[in-house]
């Protein structure tokens, strides 16, 4: 059979053509070299069946990658790393003030604003220069849950009401004052339309085109701690509960490691692949 007749079943439950190319893009953007992609591409292949999940084909990608370069298996996991914030939505709050201060931005993450009418929990504020935003952040645990358009809808109204009161204080008289939507998975095509038009900046994990959040994050090296292959999930949990949500935190500080009471072998590896991650020289932990 040929893989241009394969049929992939994505998360959604859509079927659609296997494409090759897609899959070589994301393992050449998580940083793997040309014969690594052929290596784990022509492995793929083989496996190959109609109706074969993305999921599968992920996981095995993941797998073989994580063999190879635990930097690059980092990367391509990125997406399934910030799934894994959750289940409150604050460590994505963090990431994203963190990611914004990383691009210049000064921000303030639950903060309470008072608006014209009433006040309002704002996720995050930031401010460059004259650019002054009001930031909700959408996360989502399952990458096919989407912001539809009733979500840029509300928060407009709710930045409307901030504005109101933000270009009455002292200095804002001259400022850009926007609402800002950031979410880690997808917004519906009305919500992207509506956004637009009502000047709001919307971010997704692939939108605006070539400047999306999976975009941004690569370009300012932040990683998560959940994309990292030498932690479980009640490692990363534990972590998450005591705001360590960034492998530069572990990198600066890896007693935070001996607190979740992790021992000194597992402890090494980890401090390993956080070094590789956080391009730090190699230190030998034994």
């Not at 605006?208 to 941004?216: A, I, M, R, V, Y």
């Not at 509960?241 to 935070?256: K, R």
Request: hydrophobic share 35%; glycine share 6%; aromatic share 8%.
């Amino acid at each position: 059979m040929s893989t241009a007749t394969v049929q992939v079943t994505k998360a959604s439950g859509e079927k659609q053509a296997f494409d090759e190319s897609k899959l070589r893009r994301s393992l050449s953007n998580a940083g793997a070299g040309e014969e690594l992609i052929k290596q784990i591409i022509d492995s793929i292949e083989e496996k190959l069946y109609d109706g074969i999940t993305t999921r599968k084909i992920y996981k095995e990608a993941f797998r073989q990658l994580k063999n190879a370069s635990k930097k690059a298996a980092v990367s391509y996991n990125l997406k399934e790393a910030i799934l894994e914030l959750g289940p409150t939505g604050f460590p994505f709050e963090k990431f994203v003030a963190e990611m914004l201060n990383r691009m210049g931005y000064q921000t303030e993450v639950g903060v309470i604003v008072k608006g014209e009418c009433v006040n309002h929990e704002i996720d995050v504020l930031a401010s460059k220069d004259n650019d002054h935003f009001m930031i909700e952040c959408k996360f989502h645990n399952r990458k096919e849950n989407t912001c539809n358009v009733q979500v840029p809808l509300y928060i407009q109204s709710r930045f409307l009401d901030v504005k109101k009161n933000w270009m009455s204080l002292p200095g804002h008289k001259h400022k850009v004052h926007k609402g800002w939507i950031v979410t880690n998975t997808r917004f519906t095509q009305d919500a992207e339309q509506y956004g637009e038009c009502a000047g709001l900046k919307l971010l997704s994990w692939d939108y605006p085109k070539n400047n999306g959040l999976k975009e941004l994050i690569s370009r300012v090296g932040l990683h998560p701690v959940t994309s990292l292959s030498s932690l479980n999930r009640e490692e990363k949990s534990m972590l998450l509960d005591m705001e360590v949500i960034f492998c530069t935190q572990l990198h600066e500080n890896p007693d935070h490691l001996g607190k979740i009471g992790m021992d000194n072998r597992k402890a090494a590896k980890v401090r390993k692949e956080v070094d590789a991650v956080c391009n730090s020289k190699s230190v030998n932990y034994e």
